[in-house]
């Protein structure tokens, strides 16, 4: 294979898995769909005309593989798998053991939003999109894209205190 | 970054609490480990070479419907494909060669790869974000363990043959367009620019066409894009008057090639559809 197109696997493959892992595919399976997601941006690259940004296009075909593994999920009536495992907790609290967690419990909070107000927040606060692209691959106008933005932050802080992740109204009101 | 990342998270009527920009910072550490990785690579590479026909489907449980519904937003994106895609690939590979070369700031946005040769008068108007999945109206969601997705919406429903052939000519093409592992140049950066030449000339200056057109099956015996090649190579005829044997070539073409995007340009240019001002 071309070394220059490893080389662009491997620059995109972080956002690839973190959108499929928002896009609710189960952890067990990141992995292999990854592999897909690059196969068939690789085999229509051809086609790819360059109206939008190429991490929106990319991730155009992260949320039909996504949706495709949803769609057999439940046409097999197995379990869902939205809601991984928690990790477990250590008795000595590690740096990145408390990334992790920190990261799991965004995680969960996002999974409970609607995809398109979920998928907002991610490409926007996670990947650092700017919100035109990020418009363009949810498909609405950046207002739109604007609203579900804050829509998707007050879900979570609530969500989030809730969880008891954020402590106390104290330190909403510190932010507010 | 630090500053401006601040300001970007306490832009809007709701700021981002502490913990949840903590919690965004370390979700963006999230990825595939270094096995992983070279696992994903690996397995792009086996599926892309010619002796995987059903790539994809290996990878899918042996099913290929996940790639050819994955396929819909990258096809509806093309809607009516036309040769300015091959100037486009052009570009579209030399920036990501170049992107991947080096480092990229958080904050900056990805560069929308711009087309560089004016559209072909035949070809419809390219939508941009309307051409991709649009959601349906959000579904108000409690508290579900996995919320049902948003069904993506391929725009284009000329793509949506795609999902519907059978996954015979499916494997078939994905094998037909199997770049050769034994081809002297893989080089599909080079292949395209080549290509985009032949489309400079066509028409126009119909020696320097076939010359390209040999120089690239010399060069790329069974590279990337023999198909746009032979599309090409077509079109090349027909405007040198040569029409039996275009038609002759475009019906090989269409046995070799069930479904391919070109048909339908191929279709109106030997129908006499196109405007071409030289017949």
Known sequence: ?176 | MGAREDERWADGPTGLPQELRDAVRAARQEGPDAGQLDRIVAGVEGALSPQHGDGVASHAGGEGAGSSAAMKPALALTGKLTYVGIAILTSALALMVWLSARPQPRSASPVAIQATTPAPRAAAPQPSEAALPTPPNEPVQAVPASPEPERPVAVDESTATESTGSHGRRAARRESRAPSADSAASDPVEEARLLREVKRALGAQPERTEALLREHRERFPRGYFVEEREALQIEALWKTRRASEARARAARFKASYPQSPYERRLDDLLQGRLDDPRR
């Open chain 1, 1 to 176: 294979m071309n070394d220059d197109v490893a080389t662009i696997i491997r620059q995109q493959a972080p956002f690839v898995w973190r959108a499929l892992r928002h896009l609710g595919v189960p952890p067990a399976q990141l992995e292999d769909l990854s592999q897909e997601v690059f196969i068939v941006m690789w085999r229509n690259l051809v086609r790819f005309r360059g109206d939008s940004a190429l991490t929106t296009w990319i991730y155009g075909i992260c949320r039909n593989v996504a949706w495709d593994v949803w769609r057999k999920r439940k046409r097999s009536r197995e379990q869902p798998h939205g809601q991984p495992p928690e990790p477990p907790v250590a008795e000595t609290q590690t740096p990145e053991l408390a990334r992790r967690e920190h990261s799991q419990r965004l995680h969960e909070a996002l999974q409970a939003l609607p995809e398109s107000t979920r998928m907002v927040f991610v490409l926007y606060e996670i990947e650092s999109m700017d919100m035109a692209d990020v418009a363009a691959a949810v498909g609405c106008t950046p207002s739109t894209a604007y609203s579900r933005l804050y829509s998707a932050r007050d879900r979570l802080r609530r969500g989030l205190t809730r969880a008891g992740v954020i402590e106390s109204d104290q330190d909403l009101a510190e932010v507010m």
